[in-house]
Every structure is written in structure tokens, then in C-alpha cells.
């Protein structure tokens, strides 16, 4: 996921809740770190660790969130700290960089069962937790469905008049989505629901 | 159950799709886009009401942290969860809740007057306060100054809080039997 995916056969078969855990510690780790020296040379060491994964191109990641950091470096530098500037903006990339590491080489189906196992407490404690899991796979399914149906609204329209349609189209683009839902539910509960196990 | 599962699935799409389309996600100076998923915020809070529209916008966040690219201009998996703008996905449930209860008790206004108050307040007020808490956290700056930094997206989002209580308006017309 995230376009760009990690095949570096080593980093793959590691456990994802293990690649979360050392995530989770660094991130943590990082924050007590100050000195810009010390954080420059563990994004050196990462960025050696994306080459070793041929993995260079989640650089681009960091593009969204450059205008953020680049903002907060100026924003410490006109205060006359550049070197807060530079700490923060070391850090934040690290963690970006390493974060997007553990999801661009971890399997969706792996991320799935970790995040069934952190619902686990509420299993015992006698809620249900497959609604959780059937609206993760309904959403996913969802997302490319509604781009599809905005599409067609839109040929139908033009198929109609030469106007350019666009905001006319949202409201009944929503209410056949909530049709379409609806209907989903409906099959839902003719197979069974949530009812059986 | 198995209706509110499929509407919270729809909207938490639909947020999704929101970051999809290309020609609502605008790319800003420097490649921040002014996204059209707040947009998706403030429906889900209008339509779903208050809690079932948080349980869309954290079935969101939580495929986008299983590692989908879904966040507008692409962004997805654990990254968005460190970088500066963590603030405004934490707030986003959040601003659901207080949108669909200001919105509840707002109603007597009239749809359209109660539905941009109550995205004013809880999708740009609170939200506003989490996104900034968030980027004075992360970045180290004061809160003054990243109130300065994400003033720009002000403008953006009381057009979408107009947008927003018009469509919610357009849809109850329609649906007038859309419980909450």
C-alpha cells in the first residue's frame, strides 16, 4: 500500500505487530533526542536502511508535509533558534520516513490481524468486533465504487446537455450512495448479518 | 446494525473518495492541498449525527493507518500519524461529535443556519484547536505561531461549512425518513 510498495523479502517476513513495536519505542526514543548531530545521523542511517530495501523512492512521501516543515524551519529561524528548526525538522522526517517504511512493507491482511488482535480486550468483555472488520472491508470496497458512480453520473449528464455539470450532481450522487448502502445492509442481513458466528 | 454499518462504511468512503477526486483536491503553495475531506467531516456529522458519524471518520483513519493511501494528495499509512498534521485527524471524530449535536440542538433555526453554525463551530473552531495543538506539539512551535501557519485553510473551510449544511439540507429533503 501507500504507492509504493517494499519488496525486500527480510523486512516483509518480520511481524508487522514487531515492525509497530519498534516503531512505537523509536518514535517515542526520537522525542527525547535534541541535538540535531545525533538526529542527522539516524536519518543518515535510514536513509542507508531505505537504499539497503531499494525502497529511496518514500522520499516522495515527504513532499505532502515539506511545506509544514519548511514553515515550522522558518517560523524557530526567525525566532533566532535555527537549530530547534533544524531538530524538529530532522525528527519529523525520520519518523515519516521510518513510519512509511513499516506500512509500505507490511501487507494490508497483516495490518488487518494486528489491529484484530488490539480489539481482543473488547471481544472478552463481550462486544462484538466483526462490524469492525466487515466496515474496513465495505469502506475499501466503497471508495472506488463512489468514484465510479460520480463518473457515470457525470457521462449520463453529458450525454444531456453541454453544460458543465459538477455541483448539480452531488446530491443525488449522495442520496443513490445512501441507497447504495442501504442495500448492502439489506444483503447483510439476508445472509445472516451479524447474528451468526 | 447492519444499516448503520453500511452508512458508516459509506461515509468513511466517501471521505476517501473526497481525497480521490482530482479536481477537488487543489495543490496550494508548496503541495499542501486544500482538501475536500473536511467536507466529508462535517457531512458525516450532519447526516449520521454525532456518533455514528465519529465511528465513520475513525473507520477511516483506521484504513488509512492499516496503510491505504486515502488522505488527500495521497497520503496514507503510519507516516501521517507522526507528521505535523496529526492534530486535525485526531480532531476529526471530535468535530463529528460536536457537529452533530450543536446540529441537533441548532435545528430550530432552519437546516440550512443550523447546519453552517454547527460546522463553523465544530469543524472549524474545535477542529481548529486540535490541528494546532498538534502542529505546536510536533514542530515545537508556539501555539501562536501555528495558529498563523493553517490561518490560510480558514477561507476553504467556511465555504465547505456552506456547502456542507446545503447538501445535508438537499439530502433530509430527499430522505426524509433518514433516521438519527
Redesign the interface.
Known amino acids: 500500500m501507500v504507492g509504493v510498495s517494499v519488496q525486500a523479502r527480510w523486512l516483509r517476513r518480520l511481524p508487522a505487530g514487531l515492525k509497530l513495536l519498534a516503531l512505537a519505542a523509536i518514535s517515542i526514543g526520537l522525542f527525547f533526542i535534541g541535538d540535531p548531530a545525533i538526529l542527522a545521523a539516524i536519518l543518515a542511517a535510514v536513509l542507508v536502511l531505505l537504499a539497503g530495501v531499494g525502497a529511496l523512492g518514500l522520499l516522495r512521501t515527504l513532499r505532502p508535509i515539506g511545506f509544514m516543515l519548511l514553515l515550522a524551519f522558518l517560523a524557530h529561524g526567525l525566532l533566532g533558534d535555527w537549530m530547534l528548526g533544524l531538530t524538529v525538522c530532522l525528527r519529523i522526517g525520520t519518523l515519516v520516513l521510518l513510519a512509511t517504511l513499516v506500512s509500505a512493507s507490511t501487507a494490508l491482511s497483516e495490518m488487518l490481524a494486528v489491529l484484530d488482535r488490539l480489539l481482543a480486550p473488547l471481544r472478552w468483555a463481550g462486544v462484538p468486533t466483526r462490524p469492525v472488520g466487515v466496515a474496513i472491508a465495505m469502506t475499501l470496497r466503497f471508495a472506488p465504487m463512489l468514484a465510479q458512480r460520480w463518473r457515470l453520473l457525470g457521462e449520463a449528464w453529458q450525454a444531456r446537455s453541454p453544460r458543465r455539470p459538477l455541483w448539480r450532481l452531488v446530491v443525488p450522487f449522495l442520496l443513490s450512495a445512501l441507497d447504495d448502502a442501504d442495500h448492502a445492509a439489506e444483503a447483510l442481513v439476508a445472509r445472516g448479518g451479524f447474528d451468526r458466528r | 446494525?447492519?444499516?448503520t454499518?453500511?452508512?458508516?462504511?459509506?461515509f468513511?468512503?466517501?471521505i476517501?473518495?473526497l481525497g480521490?477526486?482530482p479536481q477537488i483536491t487543489i495543490p496550494f503553495?508548496?503541495?499542501?492541498?486544500i482538501t475536500a475531506q473536511t467536507l466529508g467531516v462535517m457531512?458525516a456529522g450532519l447526516?449520521l449525527g454525532p456518533w455514528r458519524g465519529a465511528?465513520a471518520i475513525l473507520?477511516?483513519i483506521?484504513?488509512v493507518?492499516?496503510?491505504?493511501?486515502?488522505l488527500a494528495?495521497?497520503?496514507?499509512?503510519?507516516?501521517v500519524?507522526?507528521?505535523?498534521?496529526v492534530g486535525f485527524l485526531v480532531g476529526w471524530p471530535v468535530a463529528a461529535i460536536v457537529i452533530g449535536l450543536l446540529y441537533r440542538v441548532l435545528l430550530g433555526m432552519g437546516p440550512l443556519l443550523a447546519g453552517i453554525l454547527a460546522c463553523a463551530v465544530g469543524g472549524i473552531v474545535v477542529l481548529y484547536a486540535f490541528g494546532i495543538a498538534g502542529?505546536a506539539i510536533?514542530?515545537?512551535?508556539g501555539l501562536l505561531?501555528a495558529l498563523t501557519?493553517v490561518l490560510i485553510f480558514i477561507p476553504g473551510d467556511i465555504l465547505k461549512a456552506a456547502i456542507a449544511a446545503f447538501?445535508n439540507r438537499?439530502?433530509r429533503r430527499?430522505?426524509p425518513g433518514?433516521a438519527d
Not at chain 2, 5 to 10: E, H, K
Not at chain 2, 65 to 70: D, E, Q
Not at chain 2, 73 to 79: A, K, P, S, V
Request: no cysteine; net charge positive.
Open positions: 446494525m447492519e444499516t454499518v453500511a452508512r458508516v462504511a459509506l468513511a468512503a466517501l476517501a473518495a480521490l477526486i503553495a508548496g503541495g499542501v492541498p457531512l447526516i465511528l473507520v477511516f483506521a484504513v493507518a492499516l496503510g491505504a493511501p486515502l494528495g495521497g497520503r496514507g499509512g503510519l507516516g500519524f507522526v507528521g505535523p498534521t502542529l510536533v514542530t515545537e512551535m505561531k501557519v447538501i438537499e439530502v430527499a430522505r433518514l
